[in-house]
């Protein structure tokens, strides 16, 4: 499942045609992102939109009346480092490492929320989807002194560490991960390719 | 108002010589959380520096509170009082109000000006500069120093951020200041510092007391403290939170008692532990509730003081043989020496990783080529070398500029490379170990030259860690160097070089480093005699050879000392390397095997094919005997690059496989540039920049190594790269095409930008873009001259624009 996350970071369409030398590569790199990662999540529940959700049909749409969690997850700076280092060392395997390592953070995130007892989840919605801002982001980590696990900010708005994600899921017992209410419903990339932005299972 | 505080002035004087003659020897009490106390009084806002001004009555009273329950230490309510967190506000307004806020009630108590991180990142992972980070904190020292009794720097996660505030407080005040840390409960920091590192440097760099606050409950802080209990030799400090939140309906809760907590603290205060305090979650109770010990003397303890080297992340003592890796130093090496001069800096960074996968255990690094800055050039690569290697560092110049600016942003305890037994060179470089809190190594020679004899390099040796002590570098800080000289002039010394190794061994007791391969120039057969000279050198007491890690000769016969000197770990040692080397060499390298390459009919298009760099590499060393370099390019290495950038198109290769094809690729006219200046930039010249605000670089990294392997000279200007830079590479190098990169759709402004400020000065060559957010459109709107979707159609677009 991971691979043929990886293997649609590094562009390709059909996972079955791999070849064995980029399938060594994957499992080379999904071993070390675990060795280097420090994985890190932190949530807070909220039962009412919030100022910066309010009258933005983006936010409005996904959560309709549910309660919501804001979370932010990252790796950590290690695995930041330790792309720089690979990208002199062998920049193929620096390219399908640092997929990997992407892959990893949402395995991660969603292996962690499946544990959390709020009933059914909603999606990870982050902040830019749907036409809402991706400077919400820095809303949500302050909300959450997401600092405190290594979160920050460039001027442009860039996370760092890079493998860092920030998000709003919906929570309840008669919420689903599905498309309703999605902003790119009708046009989505993922769904012309017969798949989802989330991992449905 | 400031006649008020001149006369506060003078009585902070007498305070903080009362706090210093307290401290370590008496239980000093901090205060504890802030936040807690902000919501119980329903005034918890964005920015709680701000209730200095429109609350002080408040924060007064909290104050009141603490020192009610029985605190020596008031915190002022400042810690993200920094331009990076309110960039608009009258932050010299809100720290002066937050002192007087902290003062209003205090009688007996010592205030502390509070400072925490930055919140933003610093470069070279992030992109604030060391120098800005520098000049905020001491933004804040400056606005506080007359009036407060000492700085508290709290809740750092980043050593390097720590280093620098430090440095901002002991450079612009006098007043103590105390340092602590979160660690998580890996045992380390965020950024993967560990107690030991941080104290080593700390309490080297001269902070007064060192800890760890925040991070966890007391009970799970237990093997952090027990860390510092150990190694630190500063007054130790520790406030920890109200034990693990419990998470309830979402919201985070604390529920530790206070009679809990100070159970766990009164364990720490009978480790030796000399400060304690609470922090998230605590309030007056926690604090009354450990002001039980109070007063008390400080219980003594025994701490580890040895020899230390360490970068943020990895420490290196010399409990066994280290190896201090030597091929960053441009004496003797013709191309470390060009890539100086070019500011090749990979090629640099490259020499660095090899010898850590070859088992260097720190690495040397001298950067001193005629006509070319070594000291930007140290700043540069130390900073570099931070973020790409865990190895620390030994900064080695003759320029004293470049060692304090190798010691100033290096992160970590480095080795300075060397001071001698001359008295200005002593007196000149001591300080700066101190500053930075370097470890020294000493090299015994002097105005008159290199003694003759053992004992006069002896003299010299103890000469110098005297002096070191009067600066206040302990012993344990000194290494000494005996020189190696070189046998075939000056054989019978060879032996006094070993003598005064094993005097200042036995005698000074301080670890000792020799240039092993020094003894053999102008001889044939330098390895035997190296190796033996090394073997002799470690039976006399060497501790740090410096040696080129990749010549196993050298690494084996350091193993085989060990193996025969040491313990039976040792022994494995040498067995267990002695196998892995066998296995490797029998290893069938792992290729692409998708591609078939049996119709070709030339081995180097093959090797290309498979991506195996090194075999490209070879064979085309051996096919420029018999084949001019042009018809290796165009008849075989075009060829064959063209044909993996189809398949890659048609997908029966992937992007790992178009990469590693073209790095041999890359090789292979690498080789062919070595050997024919002439066939140096056929193609032509790119400059490629992933613009600033960005530090996703991967892309653009991608498309240097297939234009590489075109055989196009890049200059690559890195990631988060000003406009101004862009425009300077142009002028300097310039190049047929500019390439930029762009990850997301903040930073394609800042690519807006770039374009606009090289187009309105002049740059007259295309400006293409790339990114995963650029589309046609996008490019067009911004005025790119080009936009293409992958680096493969970037370099066929580039080639056809220059063959017009």
Known sequence: MLKIEILKYLGLKDANSVDEYTNSLIDKALLEVEQQSGFKYIYEKFDEPLPFMKDVSGYQNYLGDSPFLLCATTLGVQIDRYIQRLQLKDMAYATVFDAAASVFLEMKADEFEKNLKFGNLGFRFCPGYSGTSFIDNQEIVRLLKAEKIGITFLESGLMVPLKSMVGVIKIGENVKKSCDGCAAKGDCGFRKNGTYCYRND | ?804
């Open chain 2, 1 to 804: 108002m400031p006649q008020k505080e001149t006369a506060v002035s003078g009585k902070t004087e007498h305070i903080v010589t009362e706090m210093i003659e307290k401290l370590g020897k008496q239980i000093m009490i901090f205060d504890g959380g802030f936040g807690t106390e902000l919501e119980k009084r329903g005034i918890m806002t964005k920015c709680p520096e701000m209730l200095n001004i429109t609350n002080p009555d408040d924060i007064a009273e909290i104050h009141k509170d603490y020192i009610e329950a029985g605190c020596d230490f008031i915190t002022t309510n400042t810690f993200g009082a920094n331009r990076c967190k309110m960039p608009n506000e009258d932050r010299k307004a809100v720290i002066e109000k937050a002192i007087e806020n902290a003062r209003r009630y205090r009688t007996t108590q010592y205030v502390m000006m509070d400072i925490g991180p930055l919140g933003k990142m610093l470069a070279p992972v992030g992109e604030l500069p060391f120098d800005d980070a520098y000049e905020a904190f001491k933004e804040m020292v400056v606005a506080a120093r007359d009036h407060v009794d000492g700085f508290i720097l709290e809740t750092f996660a980043d050593l390097y951020e720590l280093k620098c505030a430090l440095l901002a407080v002991k450079e612009n005040s006098d007043k103590p200041v105390f340092t602590t840390m979160t660690f998580d409960n890996t045992g380390h920091t965020l950024t993967g510092t560990s107690p030991r590192i941080m104290a080593e440097l700390m309490s080297n760099m001269g902070a007064d007391a060192v800890g760890v606050n925040c991070s966890l409950g007391p009970k799970e802080l237990k093997p952090i403290v027990d860390e510092f209990v150990k190694y630190c030799d500063k007054p130790i400090i520790v406030q920890p939170n109200r034990g693990i939140p419990m998470v309830r309906c979402g919201k985070a809760m604390y529920q530790l008692s206070a009679e809990a907590f100070a159970e766990v603290m009164n364990e720490f205060y009978l480790q030796g532990v000399a400060i304690l305090g609470g922090c998230c979650g605590t309030n007056p109770e926690f604090i009354k509730a450990i002001a039980v010990n109070k007063d008390k003397p400080v219980v003594k303890r025994e701490v580890i003081k040895e020899t230390m080297i360490c970068s943020a992340t990895q420490s290196v003592t010399f409990d066994k043989v280290r190896i201090c890796g030597e091929r960053i130093n441009p004496t003797g090496k013709k191309k470390l020496k060009e890539a100086i001069i070019n500011g090749d800096f990979d090629y640099i960074l490259k020499e660095a990783i090899k010898q850590e996968e070859a088992h260097a255990d720190l690495l040397d690094v001298n950067l001193g080529v005629p006509k070319t800055d070594d000291v930007a050039n140290m700043k540069r690569v130390v900073m570099k070398l931070n973020e790409i290697t865990n190895l620390p560092l030994q900064i080695d110049s003759s320029n004293v500029k470049a060692i304090e600016v190798g010691c100033r942003y290096y992160n970590g305890v480095c080795l300075i490379n060397s001071v001698n037994g001359n008295e200005s060179c002593m007196n000149t470089v001591f300080p700066i170990a101190q500053r930075y809190g370097a470890v020294v190594l000493g090299l015994t020679m002097d105005d008159n030259g290199i003694p003759q004899t053992a004992e006069e390099r002896f003299a010299i040796a103890e000469r110098i860690v005297k002096s070191a002590e009067k600066h206040g570098i302990a012993r344990h800080r000194m290494m000494i160097d005996t020189l190696t000289l070189t046998c075939s002039a000056q054989q019978p010394l060879v032996k006094e070089t070993l003598r005064a190794l094993r005097m200042v061994t036995e005698k000074i007791g301080v670890k000792t480093s020799l240039g092993v391969s020094n003894v053999s120039f102008g001889m044939p057969n330098r390895e035997v005699i190296n190796s033996t000279f090394l073997t002799m050198a470690l039976e006399n007491g060497l501790t740090m050879p410096i040696i080129n890690p990749c010549n196993a000769m050298m690494t084996n016969a350091i193993l085989a000392f060990n193996a025969l000197r040491g313990n039976a770990k040792d022994l494995d040692n040498f067995v267990n390397n002695a196998i892995s080397v066998e296995t490797s060499t029998a290893q069938i390298p792992q290729t692409p095997d998708n591609l078939n390459t049996s119709n070709s009919s030339s081995p180097l298009h093959d090797a290309v094919r498979r991506g195996l760099r090194e075999q490209s590499v070879e064979i085309t060393r051996q096919l420029l005997e018999n084949q001019s370099p042009m018809s290796i390019i165009n008849e075989i290495l075009i060829p064959t690059l063209n044909e993996v950038g189809a398949d890659f198109e048609k997908q029966v290769i992937f992007l790992p496989q178009l990469i590693s094809a073209s790095e041999a690729c890359k090789g292979a006219f690498g080789v062919i540039k070595e050997k024919f200046q002439q066939a140096d930039n056929q193609k032509g010249t790119v400059v490629l920049a992933t613009v600033k605000g960005d530090v996703h670089d991967i892309g653009k990294n991608i498309v240097k190594v297939i234009f590489e392997s075109y055989g196009y000279k890049v200059i690559d200007l890195g990631k988060d790269t000003p406009k101004e830079t862009v425009l300077e590479a142009f002028r300097k190098h310039n190049p047929d095409i500019i390439g930029l990169s762009a990850l997301m759709t903040t930073t394609v402004l800042s690519m807006e930008e770039t374009i606009h400020y090289l187009k309105d000065n002049n740059v007259n060559v295309p400006i293409f873009v790339g990114g995963a957010v650029l589309n046609q459109n996008l490019a067009d709107e911004i005025k790119a001259d080009g936009y293409t979707k992958d680096a493969l159609e970037f370099v066929e677009a580039v080639g056809k624009l220059l063959q017009n």
